[in-house]
C-alpha cells in the first residue's frame, strides 16, 4: 500500500511564504511524476505544478514565477516553496505521485491535502 502525506500549510499574510513538504511512502518502487493539485473552497480541483524524476518541472499561468517545485528521489518527497502569497493562493493543497509498485503495478496516489490561507 502506498501513502502521500502532506504537512507544512498554515496561515501567513499576504506577501508571506510557505514550504509545503509530501512524503510517499509503503511499497515503492519508483514514482515518476509528482506533483500539486490546490482548491478553493466553492471550486473545482486545479493543476499548481509537477516534476518528473530527472527534475523538469512544470507551472500554471498563476503560480509562475512565484512557486517553486522540486523533490528528493532518495526521500520519495516533493516540496512546493510558495513565495509572494496572495489572498487567491488560499486552498487545500494536495500532492500526488504517479507510482511504480514493488509487484509493478503503476498507479496514481493522492494525500489528504493540507490547508493554506493567506490572509491578512
Known amino acids: 500500500q502506498v501513502r502521500l502525506v502532506e504537512s507544512g500549510g498554515g496561515l501567513v499574510q499576504p506577501g508571506g511564504s510557505l514550504r509545503l513538504s509530501c512524503v510517499a511512502s509503503?511499497?515503492?518502487?519508483?514514482?515518476?511524476?509528482m506533483g500539486w493539485h490546490r482548491q478553493a473552497p466553492g471550486k473545482q480541483r486545479e493543476y499548481v505544478a509537477s516534476i518528473t524524476t530527472k527534475g523538469e518541472t512544470d507551472y500554471a499561468g498563476s503560480v509562475k514565477e512565484r512557486f517553486t517545485i522540486s523533490r528528493d528521489n532518495a526521500k520519495n518527497t516533493v516540496y512546493l516553496q510558495m513565495n509572494s502569497l496572495r489572498p487567491e493562493d488560499t486552498a487545500v493543497y494536495y500532492c500526488?505521485?504517479?507510482?511504480?509498485?514493488?509487484?509493478?503495478?503503476?498507479?496514481?496516489?493522492w494525500g489528504q491535502g493540507t490547508q493554506v490561507t493567506v490572509s491578512s
Open positions: 500526488y505521485g504517479d507510482v511504480v509498485s514493488a509487484t509493478g503495478r503503476r498507479d496514481g496516489y
Open positions: 509503503g511499497n515503492i518502487f519508483s514514482i515518476y511524476h
